[in-house]
């Protein structure tokens, strides 16, 4: 599976933007934001050869529901056959901007989480903007609702990209090539202290501490 991937990275490094998928170090660490004992519906935006989605799909619960959304077709013709047996997974080849459209299609009004391994960092500013907006938008206001990105740099949450947000925790994961940053973008404060735009360095750490 990391041959496909990396030949996809070769065939179009911006988008794929990684050589290796996450490790299980990382995996673990994003599926541990979501609370897995009610029935969720969860996006994934940028699932590769579906690393997450498969630790994702494993841990929920039967009446889930998870969007896959992935530019690259072959990954997509990998995620359809790997999760073909499994009702609660659709695979979208589409960009996530595309999210309200196909929640609106599937006759979904909202997402518990939103995951993405998407490279904001190298995307144009407007697409930024809209799918940033669109994803806000679509999160069910909820006290656990949220967005959880893993990146390279913090830069969503150090530039203020994600200020629509009304709290933010980062961890830093050291276990993955390369380290990434955890950020857990919330929709509701719901008691939570600190706002979604701290951090100016993408290294201030709230809750989960540094790791
Ligand atoms: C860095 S890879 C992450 C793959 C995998 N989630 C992992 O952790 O190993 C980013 C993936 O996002 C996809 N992608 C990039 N921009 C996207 C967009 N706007 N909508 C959907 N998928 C996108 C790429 O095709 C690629 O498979």
Redo the contacts with the bound molecule.
């Keep these: 599976m990391s041959a496909l991937?990396l030949k996809?990275f070769i065939r179009?490094p911006f988008?794929?933007?990684?050589i290796?998928?996450?490790s299980r170090t990382?995996i673990r660490r994003v599926s541990g934001k979501m609370d897995f004992t009610a029935p969720r519906v969860i996006a994934e935006?940028?699932?590769?050869?579906g690393?997450?989605t498969r630790e994702i799909a494993r841990r929920m619960h039967r009446e889930s529901r998870l969007l896959l959304?992935?530019?690259?077709p072959q990954?997509c013709t990998h995620l359809s056959a790997q999760f073909a047996g499994d009702p609660r997974v659709s695979v979208h080849n589409?960009?996530?901007?595309r999210l309200p459209d196909v929640l609106a299609e599937a006759m979904l009004t909202h997402c518990d989480y939103i995951v993405s391994?998407?490279?904001f960092s190298i995307?144009e500013k407007e697409?930024k903007r809209e799918?940033l907006s669109n994803t806000h938008a679509a999160l069910k206001p909820a006290p656990d609702s949220a967005f959880i990105i893993?990146q390279v740099t913090n830069e969503l949450r150090a530039r203020g990209h994600c200020n629509h947000f009304a709290h933010a925790e980062s961890e830093y994961c050291l276990v993955n090539l390369p380290p990434m940053f955890v950020t857990t973008f919330y929709k509701q404060a719901n008691g939570r202290t600190a706002h979604a735009g701290n951090g100016k360095n993408g290294r201030r750490m709230n809750g989960n501490g540094a790791h």
């Design positions: 991937f996809r179009n988008k794929v933007a990684s290796v998928p996450s990382l935006y940028g699932p590769g050869e690393c997450h959304f992935e530019l690259d990954l589409t960009d996530c901007a391994g998407i490279p995307l697409k799918i893993y």
